[in-house]
């Protein structure tokens, strides 16, 4: 096997073996095939808008969003169409190209989807990108959404199919394989990953990326989320995952999707500039940027932009997230740099 082939038929002895590297070696070779694919000091920048908020039926162990769970969090009514638009317009304003919409819901009701076809129609206007993340989809919900115009759906694997069990019990793992594949079979573009530090084992780590890397089509987008303890949730008192962990999960996920955006999601406001910038050597290239992400705090945008400046990135100015296995006829797509995000709630779904 050569370094940086893209393939489809991971082992999990191929993954094993990544992991257990030298953590030199590792990030070496991560850095080598990130460099092959992408500018080195271009980070993709997007921002997140929470179109609805809390009181979610579903159980996911992890977030403050799940009605079951008293986290404190103040729920919000869908928002209205003009309302978003609105937001899209200044996150435009302030540089934005792409605006992503999440919902914390099971799924769409029938009787949400004009709204969210609204939305996404509105923001595709105002000449932005669009992404939205809204629970499961079903095949004729997809096509609605693909021929409104929205260029990336978000849902995550969350975690390896042999962990899945502990951590979500109301939807399972071959529901979520449905709805990506209903994403995909619309046209869309796929953003999905996982979550990291909820307990799990390495080797779920590893069963969590080798699923990724195994799709017949990388996701376009691939978030690694490192979990945010929320006093409230059946996860508040997990342990803290090593940091060096994370990094590794980042390098082999870089090593395994060349050429997809890894993103770093939630839980870099609790990783200092040290571990963010190892992370960006191991190969992430894009975060969500946002002053407060509703339930949880993100780094400010200054202090992104700092740590940018520190360390010689740029915002990427034309994310191409796609993977070359795509044909390559969409628009260029430019950093989403809003310092608008008061609204924006951190979803896993979305940020995951
Ligand atoms: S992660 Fe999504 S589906 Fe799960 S409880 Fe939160 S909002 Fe609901």
């Not at 206007?125 to 919900?141: A, I, N, Y």
């Not at 990427?316 to 950093?335: D, G, H, M, R």
Request: net charge negative.
């Amino acid at each position: 096997m050569s370094l940086g082939e893209i393939r489809h038929d991971w082992s999990r002895k191929n993954v094993d073996r990544l992991f257990a590297l030298p953590f030199n070696d590792l990030v070496f070779q991560a850095q080598t095939v990130h460099r092959a694919n992408f500018n080195a000091n271009e980070v993709q920048v997007s921002t997140l808008c929470s179109i609805k908020t809390g009181a979610c039926p579903e159980d996911c162990a992890y977030c403050p969003q799940s009605v079951r769970y008293d986290t404190g969090l103040e729920r919000e009514q869908l928002m209205a169409i003009d309302a978003v638009i609105e937001e899209a317009k200044q996150a435009k304003a302030a540089g934005a190209t792409r605006f992503c919409m999440g919902a914390a819901w099971r799924s769409p009701k029938s009787r949400d989807m004009g709204a969210v076809v609204g939305m996404v129609k509105g923001v595709k206007e105002l000449g932005m990108e669009t992404c939205m993340t809204l629970g499961m989809l079903d095949q004729q919900q997809a096509k609605d959404l693909a021929d409104a115009g929205l260029d990336y759906y978000n849902h995550n694997l969350d975690t390896s199919p042999e962990y899945y069990g502990e951590v979500i019990t109301t939807r399972t793992y071959a529901d979520r394989l449905t709805t990506l594949d209903n994403v995909r079979d619309a046209g869309m573009n796929v953003c999905c990953g996982g979550i990291v530090g909820m307990g799990e084992e390495a080797s779920d780590r590893v069963g969590l990326l080798l699923q990724l890397a195994n799709m017949v089509q990388h996701p376009e987008s691939v978030p690694i989320n490192q979990l945010v303890r929320v006093e409230g949730t059946p996860l508040a008192q997990e342990e803290d995952l090593d940091p060096f962990d994370f990094i590794r999960t980042i390098a082999v996920a870089r090593i395994l999707m060349p050429k997809s955006h890894v993103r770093l999601s939630a839980g870099r406001e609790v990783m200092n500039d040290q571990t963010q910038a190892l992370a960006f050597f191991a190969g992430a290239n894009s975060i969500f940027y946002g002053e407060k992400l509703l339930t949880t705090a993100n780094p400010e945008e200054s202090k992104d932009m700092q740590l940018f400046a520190r360390l010689g990135i740029q915002p990427e100015k034309y994310a191409l997230e796609q993977n070359v296995e795509q044909s390559s006829t969409e628009p260029n797509i430019a950093a989403a740099v809003s310092p608008q995000d008061s609204s924006a709630a951190l979803f896993y779904e979305a940020a995951n």
